[in-house]
């Protein structure tokens, strides 16, 4: 049996080493043969000397060039480059596997021929204390919706993951990551994943620690940026992928909404208003319930609504450009926040 690990990488001299280190510090079946595959976007911060030097102790690891340096490139070289694997793990630089995690990923399959995707649990490791709000304000159902796989408590099938393992004949199935797609190209590969039959599962008991950098501004690009690409997913599919997904948007055309309210009379106006009353009171339960200081809380207050306004106008121009106006996606969205 042979596993193939695909690691997209720019510019992360500073944990690329933990990375490989976990990864080969796995647990493995029996008779499982070892490939890894680092792409990379032709990094300049002393990355690719760090690798060069990991593949010494680590004979089975290759570097492959990622010209294009952007995500879906970087998934699908490393998904081509192992002709002959069953299965295909999918990791991020600053996600340390737990040393059960390729082991115990590969039993869902061997339990379950109707899995297709299986993924595990994240332990978020703060860079700085922005990170840490966001990390904690996306781990909460109010922050994120329900049914979405960072809230879950328990394993369970779901719509999709992160850091997912899939079988190799999934792609021969159903092709590969969607190109065009700079965000989201995950949940568009998952929506046809389980539009041709297969099922995700979220695996409770196999984690990752992930190491979270983040910044209001980076988060609220970030989020802009998914509900943007989430409407060219739509489109593509001809379908919307999830219902949570609507909520943010029609947040923000209620929002616009009020602002013309007062028209209507004194009385329509604070009628109006109550959702948003309802809105403010949610935000400020969950932000005291989750927070452990008043400064944390005063954050998280702020966390909540960017999160959704981000996510709900970039949803709103998404709407604008590719069912209106018919175009194609901005340059402007294909540049990635980090």
């Known amino acids: 049996m042979k596993l193939s690990i695909v690691i997209p990488c720019r510019n992360e001299v500073d944990y690329i080493e933990e990375c490989i280190s976990a990864i080969y510090s796995n647990e493995l079946p029996k008779d499982t043969s070892l490939s890894v595959f680092i792409v990379d976007g ?30 879906p490139f970087a998934f699908n070289l490393g998904i081509l480059a192992e002709k002959e694997a069953d299965y295909i793990q999918i990791v991020g630089v600053r996600q340390i596997l737990s040393t ?83 965000r989201n190209q995950d949940d568009d590969f998952n929506y046809r994943v389980t539009q041709a039959g297969g099922k995700i599962f979220y695996n409770n008991d196999i984690s990752l620690k992930y190491y979270v950098r983040a910044t209001f501004s980076g988060l609220w690009r970030q989020f802009f940026q998914y509900g943007y690409w989430k409407v060219y997913v739509n489109q593509k599919h001809s379908s919307v992928t999830t ?22 009379g004194i009385k329509v106006f604070f009628v109006g208003l109550f959702p948003l009353i309802i809105y403010v009171l949610m935000n400020v339960f969950f932000s005291f319930k989750l927070a452990k200081s008043s400064a944390d809380a005063l954050q998280l ?12 106008l970039g949803y709103v121009k998404g709407l604008i450009d590719f069912l209106l106006f018919k175009k194609q996606p901005s340059e402007n969205q294909k540049k990635l926040s980090r």
């Open 42 to 71: 032709l990094s300049d911060d002393g990355t690719r000397e760090k690798i060069q030097a990991l593949k010494i102790t680590h004979p089975s690891l290759v570097l492959i060039d990622n010209v294009k340096q952007q995500t």
């Open 100 to 182: 059960n995690y390729l082991k115990k990923a590969i039993e869902v399959f061997q339990d379950n021929s109707e899995n297709w995707c299986v993924g595990g649990k994240v332990n978020n490791v703060y860079l700085n204390t922005k990170g840490r709000i966001i990390a904690q304000a996306m781990s909460t159902s109010f922050g994120m919706g329900l049914g979405n796989f960072r809230t879950l408590d328990k394993s369970d099938f779901v719509d999709t993951v992160g850091t997912p393992m899939y079988k190799k004949e999934v792609f021969e199935k159903i092709g590969l990551f969607d190109e065009v797609l700079v």
């Open 243 to 264: 219902y949570r997904q609507l909520v943010p948007p029609a947040f923000v055309l209620y929002l616009f909404t009020v602002l013309i309210l007062p028209l209507f």
């Open 301 to 312: 207050l702020i966390t909540y609504p960017i999160l959704h306004i981000s996510y709900g």
